[in-house]
């Protein structure tokens, strides 16, 4: 059997990888934590591949659905594995392109099924608790609402939050201009609550803040980071006795608000900033089990049987 310590000594070996990852960066403009996304699950799969003794250009189809099976027994969620597939799909698609391999071995090669679970969202009334935690009679009270009020207010992912500069929000149109996935820029409303406390805050950002940052929220005049935005959601959710949250769920509270409230899924789809309309359709299914909830607990015919029924049943 080669391993490939054994190939590396009678061929240099390029790193394909980190080619494809350059490639993409120049090519699509992806966003950082989407890049890093990809070297993480390519990694793996290389990891895997030097298991197998095999480099990672010559995996077969049939390789390719042992990593699955293997990725599925470590106890990746669905949604990680379909994401890790569709890195390693992109990869071969490189490699074919660039002569590498003749054969595309990721082509019809079946994945689990990438929405196996719905995602988690709060009740409005749950929203109410949470924006209600923070203590508005301090400056960093009122920071922290406005923040709250905006990430929900306009759906936004905590990196597209936390990159918010002022000069994206005009408050007298309600609008704000959010940096998305991929450098993609989209115009998203906010509505009046969400305005009313970015004036409160940016009047007290003002006073406190002495900075000159261009980011819209700002923490001893630095930019707020990720972890930042991740830990103070938490510590509210926990002071309002809401479940366990992430700043994700905001997002997915926004969408499925949006969708039980008559709002058409391709209007959710541009302002979630969503490429593909069956990302956004996951929160139909919400939507259906809501509907479904509604119905039976209200409907004065959703839990009697039929005359017919009743005496089918004698």
């Given at each position: 059997m080669i391993h490939r310590n054994d190939l590396k000594k009678t061929t240099p070996q390029r790193d394909l990888i980190k080619e494809f990852i350059a490639y993409i960066q120049v090519e699509r403009g992806l966003a950082r934590n989407t890049l890093e996304s990809y070297a993480r699950d390519l990694a793996r799969l290389d990891r895997w591949a030097t298991s197998s003794a095999k480099p990672v250009h010559e995996l077969t189809r049939q390789d390719l659905r042992h990593w699955i099976a293997q990725l599925s027994r470590e106890g990746l969620a669905p949604s990680s594995v379909a994401r890790a597939v569709s890195a390693a799909r992109g990869f071969f698609r490189f490699l074919m392109l660039d002569g590498h391999i003749t054969r595309h071995p990721t082509e019809d090669l079946d994945t689990p099924q990438r929405f196996a679970y719905l995602p988690q969202f709060l009740t409005e009334d749950e929203i109410d608790r949470l924006f209600a935690a923070p203590d508005t009679s301090t400056e960093e009270g009122i920071?922290?609402?406005?923040?709250?009020?905006?990430?929900?207010?306009?759906?936004?992912?905590?990196?597209?939050?936390?990159?918010?500069?002022?000069?994206?929000?005009?408050?007298?149109?309600?609008?704000?201009?959010?940096?998305?996935?991929?450098?993609?820029?989209?115009?998203?409303?906010?509505?009046?609550?969400?305005?009313?406390?970015?004036?409160?805050?940016?009047?007290?950002?003002?006073?406190?803040?002495?900075?000159?940052?261009?980011?819209?929220?700002?923490?001893?005049?630095?930019?707020?980071?990720r972890q930042f935005a991740w830990s103070m959601i938490r510590r509210y959710a926990a002071k309002s006795g809401v479940k366990d949250i992430s700043p994700h769920t905001l997002r997915h509270s926004f969408a499925t608000h949006l969708l039980q409230n008559g709002a058409d899924s391709r209007s959710v789809q541009a302002l979630l900033g969503h490429s593909d309309i069956s990302t956004t359709q996951i929160y139909t299914h919400i939507t259906?089990?809501?509907?479904?909830?509604?119905?039976?607990?209200?409907?004065?015919?959703?839990?009697?049987?039929?005359?017919?029924?009743?005496?089918?049943?004698?």
């Open positions: 920071r922290d609402r406005a923040l709250l009020e905006v990430m929900y207010g306009a759906g936004l992912r905590v990196t597209e939050l936390v990159s918010l500069k002022q000069a994206d929000v005009d408050i007298h149109s309600g609008l704000l201009v959010c940096h998305g996935k991929g450098s993609k820029q989209r115009r998203v409303p906010i509505g009046r609550s969400a305005i009313r406390w970015l004036q409160q805050y940016l009047t007290v950002k003002a006073a406190y803040g002495k900075t000159t940052s261009p980011y819209l929220f700002v923490s001893r005049g630095k930019p707020l980071r259906d089990r809501h509907l479904r909830s509604s119905y039976d607990k209200h409907h004065p015919r959703a839990r009697v049987a039929s005359a017919g029924d009743k005496e089918t049943k004698k």
